[in-house]
């Protein structure tokens, strides 16, 4: 290709405070048992949004949905102005469990270099540019020197920072996170989120999380999902909305300094 | 060995054989890395006896029993692919189902198909030796295409043996590939029944490829070992069953079969003193 060749089509970046992700009335179901119920949700161009709720309460799904992974039986979603499995090349999505097997002979390189796929026509092979964002990458997410490793040999910490740098590889408009310091220990938890604030300023971010109290120090917005949205707030959390979110057998344990813990009273 | 060597120089069907070896040898290099990662090997198992089926029905109307094995291998491979892809439950049930009809469709034709009924054993067994000249014109092509669909669609392969989800969500269209890395199965089944027959077949998919998966920790270095290894253990093999005249394909099978147990053990040992100079290096 010549230099004066044209970067390869682009979604224009949303203008700030856009909405980029719609739902609208959504409901969805496994079978008969109902996982969703007329959710409305809008998030806008440049916001930082944490999805919080119980287990079981729809918070995958919803992601699912807006990945274009699942169709909504009731309801529409748009992002970035499009249908999500239209849209979703413009999403940058990290799991909460690593979906492929530990032991595949791959290098940490190559697994973020899956990531430009969709860019292109994806035939033949990758290109130098490809191999230049995958070091920029890597090197955003401060895991260039595990370049050569193989995928199996990272720990909790270091493979989430991987797959971080697989997901902003494709260069987003949307970073969407599950649980992304589930499997990780808890020191680390907030250089992930330290993280994710710094890519706030270019990227609109849905970051699920169980916990709650931790994440709204970061975020700009709580939503609080448990089968229909519960709240959609700016405000802080406090133990009447940790009781309506989760019921009375919650119990909030603070200890100093340390991050809100929330433990079921068993 | 020497021998070998002289028959070889002499003996055009020893020529053939060894050609023959090897170009098997490269698709089950390309295909069986993928088989081993993928672990579709139970799959590739159903795909490789539907195909006698193929090669009976072929052989009872007159037709070119390769061009039977090739229809009905990937006519397996589609149908398993679709069931995997939409209908999850029921998969391993119907390979086995496609295992068992299609031995029993080829049993039946050939034992209807008069004078072939001696050949039944090369068809399970393989022999090298009997591969007709112009069979090697067809493993090339076959080769050749495997290669050029490896170079236009590795990315997409690789994403769709890694990462199903993943791929998905980067655009790629997952079923059609996964239908495509099965036919390609299929194909590679076809060019190795030839070599060492549909008993032995899965042995020279996976083995050669799961040695070069001890070592190596990239698939394109895995393809490149798979290969090779796959043409030593042929070769070899046809040189040591040529002096005292034993069947090829089980002594290829037996080479390659003992150079995995050796392996999986050495890789284990050097995989214990790596974890046990790590826990000193952390310690100190």
Redesign the interface.
Known sequence: MGSTTMAPSRHPRPARGAPVIGLDGVSFSYGEAPVLERVDLEILAGEFVGLVGPNAGGKSTLLKLVLGLLEPQQGRIHVLGRAPHHAVRWIGYVPQFPTFPRDFPISVAQVVLMGRLGRGTGIGWHRASDRAATRTALAEVEALDLAERRIGTLSGGQLQRVLLARALVSEPHILILDEPTANIDQRRESDIFDLLARLNERLTILVVSHDIAFISGYVDRVACLNRTLMCHSTASVDADFIHQLYGPNIRQVAHGGEPLELRHEH | MHDFLQALGQHSFLQTALMAGLLASLGCGIIGTFVV?KRIAFMAGGIAHSVLGGMGAALYFGLDPVLGALLAAVFAAVLIGLVRLYWNAQEDTLIGAIWAIGMSIGILFISKTPGYSTDLMSFLFGNILLVPHRELWFMAALDLVLVLIL??????L??VT???????????PVGAFYLLLLCLVAVTVVLLIQVVGLILVIALLTLPAAIA?HY????GS?MVIATLLGGLFTSTGLALSFGPDLPAGPTMILLAGGAYVVSALISRVLQRRRAAYKALKSAS
Request: charged content about 25%; proline content about 0%; cysteine-free.
């Open positions: 990662v170079a236009l669609f590795y990315r997409q690789l994403a890694f990462d199903e989800e993943f791929a998905r969500l980067r655009g790629v998966g190596v920790h990239s698939l895995m």
